[in-house]
């Protein structure tokens, strides 16, 4: 850790944080008696807290961000740099850096075409399902509204995102939600019991998951259906990597009812799973791309919508017609440090064969998960691709029953106290914030990925031990 940070000052900060800082995703009352806890500084795969002890992060930032690791001066730099010259102006106009990237991530994805900044993932998001909306009324006569989106899915936190999102804890309190989202059944084959598919498996289950979008089609009229969001590997809501046979039967259904696919890449995207998209394994052939998270790293916030060049072509109007055009503007979309930070985190990916590593790494990291399981009755089961793995925890193996939340809970919590960060579904799904998630970042290293599980192993012996 950084001596020139001395503890005088840290406890200034912790004392301002109580008094002043509104937490993500935290309940503040134990605030009262326990100290917050910052993070102080990153390098590589570890990070620092207040009182100085080292972390190896295996969740890249906590949400599945900082996929090149912390303390790249090089993009530090870029940003400067580009900040200086130039830092914002609306994004009515171009600018270099905007400019440069959307031609860098375009030839990355093959098919698409348009790149629409935006700030966040959620924001990114919202932007598909306005352009879905207006087109279904230039297209459709505002007739192909409805959105459908799938049961354990996340797709943001603003109120339309949420709208479309696929875990209750997380929607719970925060409604009445936007009209016209609809919700699809999973395709964790894990618990294909709960949708009617145990005795299938494998493609199989595959074309027959994905065939359950079929009848919600059905039921609510092919005629007012006009987009499916999808994430390419469900993140949040337990790691669910798609059965075989499912992405090209889905493929089928949108063309067969004229949907747009809408892919959510905001956790999957530039390169967490070995390819630079998700989708990218799969053939997946989508309208709508978004991301967030690892574009830059979190050394800048930016977010993207991407969309074909036939999607783009159905804004454009001569002035006869002045609602015709995607009246729609992000402030910080804007912004230059965004697609600076971005352009230097996508050359550090391909310089440094990151993909491949991610892959590499990946493998090692699900053998390892298995032997786990081989060895802990508690995992019922290990799912994932690449850099991206979840390790499903039950009381038993037989009924599939999920292991109490407390203990999920007391298992990331020993891996902390052993100075290891692994995530757990966390009020998200009622009764099922079972699976414990993993997220290291592109750089991690064969010794990285053996700390990581070797915690896990100590911490699963020690809780279901004592429990």
């Known amino acids: 850790m950084n001596a020139n940070f001395q503890s005088n000052d840290l406890g200034e900060v912790i004392e301002a944080d109580r008094a002043h800082l509104w937490h993500h995703l935290i309940q503040h009352k134990p605030f009262e008696t326990i100290d917050p806890r910052i993070i102080v500084e990153g390098k590589g795969m570890r990070v620092w ?3 100085g002890k080292e972390h190896l992060d295996a969740v890249s930032g906590g949400v599945w961000t900082v996929n090149v690791g912390y303390g790249r001066e090089s993009i530090a730099d870029a940003v400067r740099e580009q900040l200086v010259k130039m830092n914002y102006f609306a994004n009515s106009a171009g600018s270099i850096p905007g400019s440069l990237f959307a031609k860098k991530l375009i030839e990355k994805m093959p098919g698409m075409s348009r790149v629409y ?8 998001n919202e932007k598909a399902f306005k352009m879905i909306r207006q087109i279904a009324h230039k297209k459709y006569g505002g ?3 409805k959105i459908l989106y799938r049961h354990r899915d996340y797709h943001g936190s603003t109120l339309a995102a949420m709208s479309a999102g696929g875990q209750d804890e997380r929607n719970a309190q925060y409604g009445p939600f936007a009209p016209d989202f609809v919700r699809v059944p999973h395709c964790l084959e894990y618990r294909k019991e709960e949708l009617g598919l145990g005795h299938l498996s494998g493609a199989d289950f595959g074309r027959a998951a994905a065939d ?12 007012t259906v006009g987009g499916l969001c999808l994430e390419p590997v469900t993140a949040g809501g337990g790691v669910i990597t798609p059965p075989e046979g499912y992405w090209e039967r889905v493929q089928e259904i949108c063309e067969k009812y004229d949907i747009l696919l809408h892919i959510d890449e905001v956790v999957c995207g530039v390169g967490r799973t070995g390819e630079w998209f998700g989708y990218q394994h799969y053939g ?3 309208d709508f791309v978004t991301m967030a998270k690892g574009v830059a ?6 977010a993207c919508c991407v969309t074909t060049e036939k999607v ?23 912004c230059t440090a965004g697609p600076a930070a971005a352009l230097e985190n996508m050359r550090i990916i391909e310089d440094e064969g990151l993909l491949e590593n991610t892959t590499k790494m990946g493998e090692r990291l699900l053998a390892n998960l298995e032997a786990l399981k081989a060895k802990h009755p508690v995992i019922g089961d290990v799912r994932g691709k690449g850099l991206f793995a979840g390790a499903e925890l039950v009381a038993d193996r037989e009924t599939k029953q999920p292991l109490d939340e407390k203990l999920c809970q007391a298992v990331v919590a020993d891996c902390m106290a052993q100075g290891v960060i692994i995530g757990v579904t966390n009020r998200s799904l009622p009764g099922f914030n079972n699976t414990l998630c993993f997220s290291p970042a592109l750089i991690c290293t064969a010794e990285d990925i053996d700390a990581i599980t070797e915690a896990v192993d100590k911490a699963l012996t020690k809780v279901i031990a004592a429990a």
């Open 49 to 51: 807290d207040a009182t």
């Open 212 to 223: 359950l979008i079929e009848e919600v089609i059905l039921r609510e009229g092919p005629e």
């Open 117 to 124: 900044y935006v700030n966040s993932g959620s924001e990114a």
């Open 297 to 302: 790293s979190g050394y800048a916030a930016i």
């Open 143 to 145: 007739k192909k509204t």
């Open 284 to 286: 997946i052939k989508p």
């Open 312 to 334: 783009f072509e159905m804004f454009k109007e001569d002035a006869s017609d002045p609602m015709g055009y995607f009246r729609d503007i992000s402030t910080f979309g804007g």
